[in-house]
């Protein structure tokens, strides 16, 4: 049947910023979807909410508490998952955000730890993942503001893109054996977009800004994630796929001053 190619049936799956929002999402929809899991963030009792709802799917969770900022606890997972479940089929670089700030308030440090954050980190992971894995697919979770412009977002924005630019030469550079997609996401309610979910003005101006009307929920990425990650997506790489609702230019200010 068509469904079963949208099974990913005992493979293993490491999620980065899985303690709630889009990565726990994913390790929820993956582990749905036949899979055992490594899920990683910097609060444990976040991840073993999730571990949970895991385990209520019927599969197994390594729970693993780490500032994935540091590279090298991010590389580190793909041994973990070697190490706890024998193999190592799929990596979700979650991980990543960078708060709004005006341009002459963004330092040079800044920009940089948003490109470490952001893109290091999933290079970290991938390239430690690769010789682990037989058949394997990645998926970076990039944003629409990779590809639009919107005011306070220089850092951000510019990691985004280039994350996206990152899984274009990824793909590349790994196929055949490897495959690497990334999803940029348009306006999504999890706690990254708490000042816009908790300002209904805001919320509002979002909403009316997507031509579908409303804002995303985590679940939409999430199914996004499965369909690249499964043998749904087989005949899929180093495409960045939209999901956004059709959004084509935010309409947030967030209330920046003009510099």
């Known amino acids: 049947m068509i469904l079963d190619r949208f099974l990913v049936t005992d493979r293993v799956a490491v999620v980065t910023g899985a303690g709630r929002g889009i990565g726990a999402a994913t390790a929820v929809a993956l582990a749905e979807a036949g899979a055992d899991v490594v899920i990683a963030a910097r609060t444990a009792g976040d991840l073993e ?6 385990e209520d799917a019927g599969r197994r969770a390594r729970v693993v508490a780490t500032d994935l900022s540091d590279v090298d606890a991010a590389a580190g997972l793909a041994a ?3 190490d706890t479940f024998g193999r190592l089929d799929i990596v979700v670089n979650n991980v990543g955000g960078t708060y709004p700030r005006p ?3 963004t330092e040079t440090g800044f920009l940089e730890a948003a490109f470490h954050f952001n893109v290091s980190t999933a290079h970290a992971l991938t390239r430690a993942a690769v010789p682990l894995m037989t058949d394997g697919t990645v998926v970076n979770i990039s944003s629409i503001m990779g590809r639009v412009a919107g005011r306070g977002y220089l850092a ?9 630019h990152y899984t274009e030469l990824a793909a590349y550079d790994l196929a055949p054996r490897i495959r690497v997609n990334a999803i940029a996401v348009g306006s999504v309610a999890t706690s990254a977009l708490d000042i ?5 003005e805001l919320r509002q101006r979002m909403s ?4 579908l009307g409303t804002i995303g929920a985590a679940e939409d990425i999430a199914a996004t994630v499965l369909f690249l990650a499964s043998p749904a997506g087989a005949y899929i790489t180093g495409k960045i796929l939209e999901v956004d609702g059709g959004l084509q230019q935010p309409n947030l200010e967030l209330g920046l001053p003009d510099l």
């Open 80 to 82: 973990i998952a070697k």
């Open 49 to 54: 909410k999730v571990a949970k709802r895991v």
């Open 208 to 211: 009316k800004a997507t031509p």
């Open 196 to 200: 816009v979910l908790t300002n209904e």
């Open 103 to 105: 341009f002459l308030d």
């Open 156 to 164: 951000y924005g510019t990691a985004k893109a280039a994350l996206a």
